[in-house]
């Protein structure tokens, strides 16, 4: 009896370590990771994986750095010739191209609803990477926006940080206006090659290029009007001044030559590199339009994260992007203290490193507001040719500073728009 009960007890010893060495086995493999950007992505990849493989030592990753064209390319040569052996484990998306390669290429990435929790992430996030009620992304870094002002030109003309609340776009333009006569200063900077602005009004309203059904939405779209007129107000009031390219633009306000940048969450990092500027800026939300749905949240760019559907490494690959990018709050207190990353997951805004107060912008909590605004981004279906629709609306904007008539801007726009897209 003994020797049968002991015989019983090594058998179950034996199947439960070949049960640990099988489990171990199945999470034993090297995970390939394509994403750009050296001081960004891939430094903040480096920390989740560096996380990840501190509690599954067996797991490795190959992080491989491309230039975000490159990493389109290859996907896209690589998913169109049904070369799945060429594709990575996880690939990193920009959000406005999400729906394209969802939608062109079904199947080739893999479904998440049933393995992640996606009612903590900001809800625009996740419809973007929605499809037929699937989500197929791993939410990433967002582009919120804000209202980043000058606080000394704006008290010379007469404002206090109040008086930045709660506007709107006309009193934006009326408050620069005032600016300029007292300073001299312009309120902004605006390059009129770049339909970023549009886009950041008009999500601020719940619109984009394409209605909820992904059809394309030009001529009686209220939110891209609006947006389309407010440009055309600040250019004809002369509040700006002309930038051409990110690095003019950039320049406008790092030059101390503007009052306010209106922009995403990631050029914090830029505005505080100016260190004689310090305690000089504060940051309120962005001015509403004045169309039915309007809001002061919105977002410009950000990027998630996606595992191809074909990989051998699959499971693996979702279970290292929920444990760190869907439940590690402390992972995201880093990424925003040592890179100015915003998360997409709303359970980040309660760590410690939201609730700091910022000296740079005179003791804000900024990264509290920004967190607090980002759970109010309106979501917009992007459709799959929003960079094709952007181009269209890119060529005409040049004509609001001629004083063109809006409807004759959206035709034209929807003129060129249709024939890109066909």
């Known amino acids: 009896m003994y020797r049968k009960t002991n015989l019983s007890r090594v058998a179950a010893g034996v199947l439960a370590a070949a049960s640990l060495l099988a489990s171990t086995a199945a999470f034993a493999g090297e995970v390939t990771i394509w994403c750009w950007d050296p001081n960004f992505n891939v430094a903040i990849m480096k920390e989740a994986t560096a996380r990840y493989s501190a509690k599954h030592p067996e797991t490795t990753f190959n992080i491989v750095d491309f230039a975000k064209a490159d990493v389109e390319q290859k996907l896209q040569t690589a998913l169109s010739s049904g070369t799945t052996d060429a594709l990575p484990d996880i690939v990193l998306i920009e959000d406005y191209g999400a729906q394209k390669y969802l939608q062109s290429f ?22 973007l990477m929605t499809m037929d009620g699937a989500v197929y992304g791993m939410p990433f870094d967002s582009g919120v926006t804000g209202l980043y002002y000058r606080k000394d030109y704006l008290e010379q003309a007469g404002f206090k940080p109040d008086d930045m609340q709660d506007l709107t776009w006309d009193r934006f333009i009326e408050i620069g206006k005032q600016v300029e006569a007292k300073t001299g200063k312009k309120m902004l900077g605006l390059d009129v090659n770049d339909a970023g602005f549009i886009r950041i009004l008009m999500q601020s309203a ?127 207190q ?50 799959v040719f929003t960079n094709e629709v952007d181009t269209a609306v890119t060529a005409h904007l040049p004509s609001l500073g001629e004083g063109a008539p809006i409807d004759d801007v959206l035709k034209a726009v929807d003129s060129q728009a249709q024939g890109q897209i066909q």
């Open 106 to 127: 079904p199947g080739a990435f893999a479904e998440l609803s049933s393995k992640v929790d996606f009612s903590g992430f900001a809800p625009y996030k996740v419809q």
């Open 206 to 332: 719940g619109g984009w290029y394409f209605d909820k059904d992904g059809n394309l939405s030009i001529e009686n779209n209220a939110a891209l009007k609006a947006a389309l007129e407010t440009e055309q107000k600040i250019l004809q009031a002369n509040i700006h001044k002309p930038a051409a390219g990110w690095t003019e633009w950039v320049a406008t306000f790092t030059s101390g030559d503007v009052a306010t940048v209106t922009t995403g969450v990631w050029i914090t990092g830029t505005v505080k590199a100016q260190a004689d500027q310090s305690g000089k800026w504060g940051v309120a939300p962005i001015p509403k339009l004045d169309v039915e749905g309007a809001s002061h949240a919105s977002n410009l760019g950000g990027s998630s994260w996606y595992v191809t559907a074909s990989s051998a490494e699959k499971d693996e690959a979702i279970d290292f992007l929920n444990e760190v990018y869907a439940k590690d709050v402390d992972f995201y």
């Open 334 to 383: 880093k990424i925003l203290t040592e890179r100015g990353a915003v998360g997409s997951l709303l359970a980040a805004r309660n760590g410690p490193a939201y609730s700091e107060a910022d000296a740079f912008f005179g003791g804000e909590k900024v990264w509290q507001n920004f967190s607090d605004w980002l759970a109010k981004v309106p979501a917009v279906n992007y459709g």
